[in-house]
C-alpha cells in the first residue's frame, strides 16, 4: 500500500517541490496551505506522516504539531518540520510540541527522502 504524506506550507513552490521530490519516490501527497487547512483535512483524510514549515499564517508549524499529537490516531505518525528556521530554542520547541525530526531550508531532494524512509521505517 502506497504511503500517504502530508505536506503543510504556505508557499505553493515549496508544496511543490516537496509533493514532486516524494512523488518520484512512490509516495501519495496531501497538501495544505497552513495548520488550520491541514487539521481541517486530517478529518477527511488518513495519513502516515506529516512534514510542515513553521512560519506560517492562521496555525503556525509548532502549533500544529501539538494539535496533531493530541489526536489518537495521529499520537506516533512521524512528523517532520521543514523549515528556515535552525535555531536551538525554535528546534527545542518543536521537539517539545512532538516533533520527530527536523530539515532546514533549502534542503535537497536525497536529503529529504532519506530521512522519510528512515523515520517511515
Known amino acids: ?3 500517504k504524506i502530508m505536506t503543510v506550507d504556505d508557499s505553493a513552490s515549496m508544496r511543490q517541490m516537496v509533493g514532486f521530490t516524494l512523488r518520484q519516490h512512490g509516495y501519495d501527497i ?3 496551505v497552513n495548520g488550520a487547512d491541514a487539521l481541517k483535512k486530517l478529518e477527511k483524510e488518513k495519513i502516515d506522516m506529516m512534514i ?3 512560519n506560517m499564517p492562521e496555525m503556525d508549524g509548532i502549533n500544529l504539531v501539538r494539535k496533531v499529537r ?3 490516531s495521529y499520537k506516533f505518525i512521524p ?3 521543514l ?3 535552525y535555531q536551538t530554542e525554535k528546534k527545542e520547541e518543536g521537539k517539545a510540541a512532538g516533533a520527530t525530526g ?3 531550508k533549502p534542503f535537497r531532494p536525497d536529503q529529504l527522502v532519506g ?3 528512515k523515520v517511515m521505517g
Open 30 to 32: 496531501v497538501e495544505a
Open 79 to 81: 512528523i517532520i518540520i
Open 102 to 104: 527536523w530539515i532546514v
Open 52 to 54: 510542515t514549515d513553521i
Open 115 to 117: 530521512v522519510v524512509r
Open 70 to 72: 493530541e489526536n489518537p
Open 1 to 3: 500500500m502506497t504511503k
Open 83 to 85: 523549515t528556515t528556521e
